[in-house]
């Protein structure tokens, strides 16, 4: 079975108008995405907010006519909007595994690599987490995660215990296992991320040693090492809870901070830690510290 894909760059403004005329034609589903490189950050609850400019694509049936189709568009939209319109044809493929093909095992620090399953790895005291990309946040393969995986891999963690705040899918937690961690704690307010930390963790073998906590589970035991790559508003509101949760003279790792956001959340911190300069990867921030009141 083929598919009819439809791709249309509007001002924000159209977006309402052009939603409802792609699903009058007869649209299976229409999404949003930044046609330029806006990036939206730390929304508020219940906000919704587009990008300026955004990249409206329609999924359609492969029996459609695209020429019917298009003309009816035309119909209904100005000359300088229909003249942004392409049509593509999508063939039948089994999208999971084609959009697996993508990613490959990635390496953080000295021995430790991220695999999607199956994928082999050339390194004889590899340190090895299998991780599919799936719904849950953390692959590897942004900033803020591979800075957090490079510290692992740096860090003494044998029989130390570990609290992963935010888990999303597990990696972090999964990763501090592999590399020594006596037990580690993963909580997420997402049901989606505790069952993808779980199925992650049986995965990889580590499942009898990672504790899962979600929507309304609370941790009442500190750890020597927490993390947290969250976003830099949710970071500076828990400070204080998240300070409770680190053992004298244990370590904090916090992440999904932008460079302009560093001073802030560090600022949030020193009242119970000597915060380290941060380390910065394309933009993004990791900082540590450590609990020293």
């Given at each position: 079975m083929s598919w009819l894909q439809l791709h249309l760059t509007i001002d924000k403004k159209l977006a309402p108008q052009i939603e409802q005329l792609f699903e009058d034609a007869g649209a299976?589903?229409?999404?949003?995405?930044?046609?330029?490189?806006?990036?939206?950050?730390?929304?508020?609850?219940?906000?919704?907010?587009?990008?300026?400019?955004?990249?409206?694509?329609?999924l359609f049936?492969?029996?459609?006519?695209?020429?019917?189709?298009?003309?009816?568009?035309?119909?209904?939209?100005?000359?300088?909007?229909?003249?942004?319109?392409?049509?593509?044809?999508l063939e039948d493929q089994e999208w999971e595994r084609s959009w697996l093909d993508h990613f490959h095992p990635m390496r953080f620090g000295r021995r430790l690599w991220v695999r999607p399953n199956g994928q082999a790895i050339d390194q004889t005291d590899a340190l090895v987490v299998d991780l599919d990309p799936g719904?849950?946040?953390?692959?590897?393969?942004?900033?803020?995660?591979?800075?957090?995986?490079?510290?692992?891999?740096?860090?003494a963690l044998t029989d130390r215990s570990i609290i992963d705040f935010g888990c999303g899918s597990g990696i972090l937690a999964i990763a501090a296992l592999k590399l020594g961690a006596r037990i580690a704690f993963g909580a997420d307010h997402d049901p989606q991320a505790i069952l993808a930390s779980r199925d992650n963790a049986m995965k990889n073998g580590v499942s009898e040693r990672l504790e899962l906590y979600g929507p309304g589970d609370a941790i009442r035991e500190p750890a020597d090492i927490l993390l947290a790559n969250i976003l830099s508003g949710t970071l500076i509101t828990?400070?204080?809870?998240?300070?409770?949760?680190?053992?004298?003279?244990?370590?904090?790792?916090?992440?999904?901070?932008?460079?302009?956001?560093?001073?802030?959340?560090?600022?949030?911190?020193?009242?119970?830690?000597?915060?380290?300069?941060?380390?910065?990867?394309?933009?993004w921030i990791l900082l540590h510290g450590l609990r020293v009141r």
């Open positions: 299976l589903s229409v999404t949003f995405a930044d046609a330029g490189d806006e990036p939206i950050l730390e929304l508020g609850p219940g906000e919704t907010r587009l990008w300026s400019q955004i990249r409206a694509t329609a049936p492969g029996d459609q006519d695209p020429d019917s189709l298009r003309a009816g568009l035309a119909r209904a939209l100005n000359a300088d909007i229909c003249r942004q319109l392409t049509l593509e044809i719904l849950a946040f953390g692959t590897g393969t942004h900033p803020t995660t591979a800075l957090c995986l490079e510290w692992l891999d740096g860090a828990l400070a204080e809870t998240l300070a409770e949760l680190v053992k004298p003279g244990g370590d904090l790792l916090l992440s999904g901070i932008l460079a302009h956001q560093a001073e802030e959340v560090s600022n949030a911190f020193k009242p119970w830690f000597r915060m380290d300069p941060p380390r910065e990867h394309d933009e």
